[in-house]
């Protein structure tokens, strides 16, 4: 990951969490700088940790997600500390999710089968393939970060879809009320036309509200914490600590 990055990622979360932030030198490197525990996971005998590179990837994410709905990109940098506190929230949810057991029990194919669509919602979201790669190619993501990425994402939609409530297979009767009522992307064209992107875009819509719901039920056992560096304070908890 870029140096200037990582400091900007860094220098967020701590900000964001009343704690000054010091730049460490400009040093080509990645290494892990939030780790969360959740009783789902195993609590705090089984931590997780997300690297700078892959919290900064996804904040472009939010993003360049934000900017397709009409918000402008940030001019002095690829994200803001809304973007990072986002791309944090979903991480956890999804990784959690992700590891939730379902049934009957996904396989292999299952998870296959769900990260075509959920690449190309993710494509959708930011504007395009080439959008996508070139975020990941800004944070030095390679192409198995990526599929780690769909894959985590799959499996949390698997997850929701077959545990929770149906969601990922929205009938056409439901689409069209949705092309009818909703102010969506394609408001103005016809329903034939743009069933595809509509579809996607509908159960994307879903998910990240899905996600959202289950990160606030959730909260009182998830507790994160922005590793410190040697130069950084010892310390910042970025939720409280309810174990």
């Known amino acids: 990951m870029r140096a200037p990055a ?15 932030a010091q730049v460490a030198p400009a040093t080509l490197v990645d290494r892990a700088i939030v780790r969360f525990e959740a009783s789902e996971l195993g609590g705090a005998a089984h931590p997780r940790f997300i690297f700078e590179r892959t919290l900064a990837f996804e904040a472009r994410l939010e993003a360049l997600a934000e900017a397709q709905r009409g918000i402008p990109l940030p001019q002095s940098s690829p994200y803001e500390d809304r973007h990072v506190r986002a791309a944090l929230e979903r991480h956890v949810t999804e990784e959690i999710l992700a590891n939730l057991p ?11 089968a769900r990260s075509i669509p959920t690449q190309l919602m993710l494509q959708q979201q930011v504007g395009g393939r080439a959008a996508l790669l070139d975020a990941a190619v800004a944070e030095g993501m390679e192409s198995e970060d990526l ?13 929701l879809d077959r545990m929770v409530a149906p969601m990922l297979e929205p009938s056409d009767a439901e689409l069209r009320e949705v092309h009818r009522t909703e102010a969506t992307p394609f408001r103005n064209r016809p329903f034939d036309e743009i069933e595809p992107q ?3 875009w509908y159960v994307a819509d879903r998910l990240a509200a899905s ?25 910042a908890a970025l939720a409280p600590d309810t174990r």
């Open 102 to 112: 379902v049934v009957p029990p996904l396989t292999e194919l299952d998870v296959r």
């Open 211 to 235: 996600l959202a719901a289950f990160f606030r039920g959730a909260r009182a056992r998830i507790h994160i914490v922005v590793l410190p560096g040697s130069r950084e304070p010892e310390s």
């Open 6 to 20: 990582a400091a900007l990622i860094v220098a967020l979360l701590l900000g964001s969490s009343g704690a000054a």
């Open 198 to 200: 509509l579809r996607q």
């Open 147 to 159: 599929d780690l990425l769909v894959r985590r994402r799959a499996r949390a939609s698997l997850y």
